[in-house]
């Protein structure tokens, strides 16, 4: 069992920035893919940015590239999502994830952080 905490959202203006962090618990963390995914009002969940195990792939929405950047800390069991530039279309509710194994996709889901951008 893997459980999954997000920090870091809320509210900021439009060009601002926000950090978003997702430990994990568990002994093997360096061995599950990471994920970032939101739901804005209305809309289906969708994938925002992906990391692999080591760090060494990354995967960026083009909604989001150039402006977020994914990482990881495998010592400290968490995966990082820095957004800078944001925009009102932003907003969402964030979820981090874990892929334990590539057949799975993603089976462990955060309980979500609300982002919301302001114009």
């Known amino acids: 069992q893997v459980q999954l905490v997000e920090s870091g959202g809320g509210l900021v203006q439009a060009g601002g920035s926000l950090r978003l962090s997702c430990t994990a618990s568990?002994?093997?963390?360096?061995?599950?893919?990471m994920g970032w995914f939101r739901r804005a009002p209305g809309k289906e969940r969708v994938l925002v940015t992906e990391i692999s195990r080591n760090g060494g792939t990354t995967y960026y929405g083009d909604s989001v590239k150039g402006r977020f950047t994914i990482s990881r800390d495998n010592a400290k069991n968490t995966v990082y999502l820095q957004m800078n530039s944001l925009k009102p279309e932003d907003t969402a509710v964030y979820y981090c994830?874990?892929?334990?194994?590539?057949?799975?996709?993603?089976?462990?889901w955060g309980q979500g952080t609300q982002v919301t951008v302001s114009s």
């Open positions: 994830a874990a892929s334990t194994a590539s057949h799975r996709g993603y089976d462990y």
């Open positions: 568990g002994r093997t963390f360096s061995s599950y893919a």
